[in-house]
């Protein structure tokens, strides 16, 4: 298909805060790609990204004299594909009345890329499209992440050879359903595809010991340590290191759980590190729906899920021994640490626990992360500076002790 695509940011970049905070809607993961790498990989394209002004020097926006919009939060199939074919111009297509595709001339484009949410949709002729897949709320990525393993597992290896799995391994399943790309490494470890596939990537290590259940995958130079128990659906982006026990959750790229302790129903964003013997509760002592604390409302709101864990904005870290209670929100650059729980809802910024917090001031905040990113060899350009600078201004509303 031989059109210019954007994927545009909408009213769901605050719903999935602080996860967004670093990135577009579109960047965030549920199974092997993240939803803008699943849109390339079916459209056979690059795109780009209409999101906040913040954010915009890092992930830009190509715009051509013809444009093609897509509602970042929408996870491609080829229904929806589709119907991208069919639009003619300065036409689009609305869910329940939100405009979530449209494609547009130069004029409208520019119009569009001004008013965004409050694009005048009257000037364009629109049909509504029915029983879309997209991402609306925090937990919508660990809930759909085992569909998105297998689709995604069908997509990356279909018509390919896997290479061969070594003897030392037992293998519970159907052969077929674990693939492992050039230099993946496993040895002394059980696995069992009967509950999904397993996809390890290239030159991720599976230690000696691990026990696995799919769905699960491993990106580029991930590592599971030893003796690991796995339960599906696990995604470990790029160069994570991950330990201990694992239940429905997603781990970014370059983020690390490398010990024993609990995690389950939780997403975890980039460049975050749970020190040894952390645990989360995702489900509450009395079997009640969780309550997750909304960017939106400044409150509390019911999630309508019993299971659900911890969400952790990108270069927050927790010390040895740490407790996270049921449904509890970590900000960007947090670091957390001490004995007891730590409150359901922490700022981004935050140094301490259940203690209390103290400020982590921008300057010290940014020093860590580019320790941490430099033990990886990547520098921390001026773009993911200014992005922290950004979020750390506009933070400061929720670190109430700044006020007192």
Same mark, same amino acid.
């Given at each position: 298909?031989?059109?210019?695509?954007?994927?545009?940011?909408?009213?769901?970049?605050?719903?999935?805060?602080?996860?967004?905070?670093?990135?577009?809607?579109?960047?965030?993961?549920?199974?092997?790609?993240?939803?803008?790498?699943?849109?390339?990989?079916?459209?056979?394209?690059?795109?780009?990204?209409?999101?906040?002004?913040?954010?915009?020097?890092?992930?830009?926006?190509?715009?051509?004299?013809?444009?093609?919009?897509?509602?970042?939060?929408?996870?491609?199939?080829?229904?929806?594909?589709?119907?991208?074919?069919?639009?003619?111009?300065?036409?689009?297509?609305?869910?329940?009345?939100?405009?979530?595709?449209?494609?547009?001339?130069?004029?409208?484009?520019?119009?569009?890329?001004?008013?965004?949410?409050?694009?005048?949709?009257?000037?364009?002729?629109?049909?509504? /499209?029915?029983?879309?897949?997209?991402?609306?709320?925090?937990?919508?990525?660990?809930?759909?992440?085992?569909?998105?393993?297998?689709?995604?597992?069908?997509?990356?290896?279909?018509?390919?050879?896997?290479?061969?799995?070594?003897?030392?391994?037992?293998?519970?399943?159907?052969?077929?359903?674990?693939?492992?790309?050039?230099?993946?490494? /496993?040895?002394?470890?059980?696995?069992?595809?009967?509950?999904?596939?397993?996809?390890?990537?290239?030159?991720?290590?599976?230690?000696?010991?691990?026990?696995?259940?799919?769905?699960? /995958?491993?990106?580029?130079?991930?590592?599971?340590?030893?003796?690991?128990?796995?339960?599906?659906?696990?995604?470990?982006?790029?160069?994570?290191?991950?330990?201990?026990?694992?239940?429905?959750?997603?781990?970014?790229?370059?983020?690390?759980?490398?010990?024993?302790?609990?995690?389950?129903?939780?997403?975890?964003?980039?460049?975050?590190?749970?020190?040894?013997?952390?645990?989360?509760?995702?489900?509450?002592?009395?079997?009640?729906?969780?309550?997750?604390?909304?960017?939106?409302?400044?409150?509390?709101?019911?999630?309508?899920?019993?299971?659900?864990?911890?969400?952790?904005?990108?270069?927050?870290?927790?010390?040895?021994?740490?407790?996270?209670?049921?449904?509890?929100?970590?900000?960007?650059?947090?670091?957390?640490?001490?004995?007891?729980?730590?409150?359901?809802?922490?700022?981004?910024?935050?140094?301490?626990?259940?203690?209390?917090?103290?400020?982590?001031?921008?300057?010290?905040?940014?020093?860590?992360?580019?320790?941490?990113?430099?033990?990886?060899?990547?520098?921390?350009?001026?773009?993911?500076?200014?992005?922290?600078?950004?979020?750390?201004?506009?933070?400061?509303?929720?670190?109430?002790?700044?006020?007192?």
């Amino acid at each position: 298909m031989n059109h210019n695509f954007i994927l545009f940011d909408s009213d769901e970049w605050i719903d999935l805060l602080p996860l967004t905070y670093t990135r577009p809607v579109a960047e965030l993961k549920t199974g092997i790609f993240t939803i803008r790498q699943k849109w390339e990989f079916l459209l056979n394209h690059k795109i780009s990204f209409l999101t906040k002004d913040y954010l915009s020097r890092k992930f830009k926006t190509h715009l051509q004299d013809e444009n093609i919009f897509i509602n970042g939060s929408l996870i491609p199939d080829q229904k929806l594909i589709d119907h991208i074919s069919t639009l003619t111009l300065n036409s689009g297509f609305t869910n329940q009345g939100k405009l979530v595709i449209v494609r547009l001339d130069k004029k409208l484009s520019a119009e569009f890329i001004r008013d965004n949410i409050k694009f005048n949709i009257n000037n364009i002729h629109i049909n509504e /499209i029915f029983n879309i897949n997209k991402i609306n709320y925090l937990w919508d990525l660990f809930q759909k992440a085992d569909m998105e393993i297998r689709i995604d597992f069908g997509l990356l290896t279909k018509d390919r050879n896997s290479e061969k799995l070594s003897r030392t391994n037992t293998l519970i399943g159907d052969s077929d359903s674990i693939f492992l790309e050039p230099g993946a490494k /496993i040895e002394s470890s059980v696995i069992n595809t009967s509950t999904g596939p397993v996809y390890i990537s290239k030159n991720a290590e599976i230690m000696e010991g691990c026990m696995i259940r799919g769905p699960f /995958i491993m990106d580029e130079n991930a590592t599971l340590k030893m003796g690991s128990k796995i339960y599906g659906a696990v995604s470990l982006g790029k160069h994570c290191k991950v330990g201990g026990e694992v239940n429905n959750s997603i781990f970014m790229d370059y983020s690390n759980k490398a010990h024993d302790g609990f995690l389950g129903n939780s997403v975890l964003g980039e460049w975050c590190n749970l020190g040894a013997d952390t645990n989360n509760s995702n489900l509450k002592n009395n079997y009640a729906i969780v309550k997750l604390w909304s960017y939106k409302k400044s409150s509390f709101v019911s999630t309508g899920q019993q299971f659900c864990g911890l969400f952790m904005g990108d270069h927050s870290k927790a010390g040895i021994n740490t407790m996270f209670n049921t449904g509890t929100i970590v900000g960007v650059s947090a670091n957390i640490f001490g004995a007891g729980f730590p409150r359901n809802f922490v700022p981004s910024f935050s140094w301490g626990g259940n203690h209390g917090f103290t400020t982590f001031e921008i300057h010290k905040a940014l020093e860590t992360a580019q320790i941490m990113m430099a033990r990886r060899h990547i520098s921390m350009d001026d773009n993911e500076k200014a992005i922290l600078v950004h979020i750390f201004e506009e933070t400061a509303k929720n670190r109430i002790w700044e006020r007192k």
